[in-house]
């Protein structure tokens, strides 16, 4: 069985770039599976055409943070186009084990877990489900767990609260420290936007998620429920 970890695609080559360093960990966590990488636009190789070569089936792990459209129709749709003996696992979404890498990322930015003074902007894009976007702000409340800081969801494309509204809402819960955590797997386009607005206002910003090792251990996690579920039907 074939894993084809999934990436939305993006014209900034940072994007891909972590998607296959991602997809390398997968390798080197469990050797002798068949990982392989893909993309939905923008860079290649295209899901299509993986999916044409898949001989004895295959599980796609959506490289995806949020259960929105490209999870729910442009995967789904390839998918059925291709006529492979294809599932779809579920994206990686408000996993413990990336939130616990959000958390790393802001240690490693300078940000002491006693600190009350901390504010944390979990910044993400948002979507226009609101399911999605609820389901995107737990990480704030969960990131807040054995630390002392306040942290509240920010989107960085289209719902409120803005960055801007966000700080403010942090500002009011008596935060003086204020910092960015990028709800994201890898720079791009948006987060450079939102570095932008952090320099500006003097804010400092964590690195997004990333090839970390717990990152590939969540989708290892997401292709066997799915090979699990398959063993049992």
């Known amino acids: ?43 290649s190789p295209n899901l299509r055409d993986v999916l044409a070569t898949v001989t004895h089936g295959a599980v796609v792990v959506p490289l995806l943070l949020a259960d929105a459209y490209h999870a729910r129709v442009d ?53 226009s489900r609101p399911t999605a976007n609820a389901r995107t702000a737990v990480v704030a409340s969960e990131l807040t767990l054995t630390t002392h800081w306040t942290a509240t969801t920010a989107f960085a494309t289209g719902p409120q609260p803005t960055l801007a509204e966000a700080a403010e809402i942090l500002r009011e819960r008596g935060a003086t420290r204020l910092v960015i955590a990028p709800w994201f797997l890898a720079h ?7 570095a932008t607005f952090a320099h500006a206002q003097g804010i ?30």
């Open 188 to 194: 791009g386009r948006i987060t450079d936007r939102v």
């Open 75 to 127: 995967i789904p749709e390839m998918i059925a186009e291709s006529g492979a003996d294809v599932r779809i696992a579920d994206v990686l979404g408000e996993d413990e084990r990336l939130i616990h890498v959000l958390r790393q990322r802001l240690e490693h930015a300078g940000v002491s877990r006693l600190d009350q003074r901390v504010g944390v902007l979990v910044t993400a894009v948002g979507s």
């Open 204 to 233: 400092s910003m964590s690195a997004p998620l990333g090839a970390h090792r717990q990152v590939a251990e969540t989708v290892l996690d997401r292709f066997d429920a799915v090979m699990s579920a398959r063993a049992a039907a």
């Open 1 to 43: 069985m074939t894993l084809v970890l999934t990436a939305h695609g993006s014209a900034d080559p940072r994007s891909a770039a972590t998607a296959r360093l991602i997809v390398d960990c997968v390798r080197r966590l469990r050797p002798g599976l068949d990982a392989r990488i893909a993309f939905c636009e923008q860079n």
